[in-house]
């Protein structure tokens, strides 16, 4: 098949086009790091905020948090630290706040969340009790 000169003068920027598009258009597959505000303050301070809030412990866990390293050449360590993390919540107001603890050298009580409309979501434990667990 032979092609005519109007066909090929457009090959050419059809596939100047394709490459451009191929060099350029890079999908983005996965989650990227940003840098959230968090208050950190030592535990007086920290709990009687809480407190003045009425609300209680309700949860712990130790948490895997990503920190900063600056012997790394993101800034950002290879391995997860290990924290201590708390939810106090008020379940009459619906406010909670979740707090992590720095341990020494720091020794403060990083406020990492708080907000309101706080709910227990009865079939997460109702399936949990269900299970037999």
């Not at 920190?67 to 290879?78: K, L, Q, T």
């Not at 603890?101 to 969340?113: A, S």
Request: aromatic share 12%; charged share 20%; with cysteine.
């Amino acid at each position: 098949m032979k092609l005519d000169k109007n066909t090929t003068g457009l090959i050419y920027p059809a596939l100047l086009f394709a490459l451009f598009i191929a060099l350029f258009a890079v999908p983005a597959f996965a989650g990227e790091w940003n840098n959230k505000p968090v208050m950190c303050a030592p535990e007086d301070e920290t709990f009687s905020a809480i407190a003045s809030k009425g609300e209680v412990l309700i949860s712990v866990a130790d948490q895997l948090t990503t920190v900063r390293d600056p012997d790394e050449a993101d800034g950002m360590s290879i391995s997860p630290a290990v924290l201590p993390w708390a939810l106090y919540a008020n379940l009459e107001t619906g406010t909670f706040t979740i707090v992590e603890f720095h341990k020494d050298p720091y020794n403060v009580f990083c406020i990492i969340g708080f907000g309101a409309s706080f709910k227990w979501v009865e079939e997460g434990l109702k399936l949990r009790h269900d299970k037999g667990e």
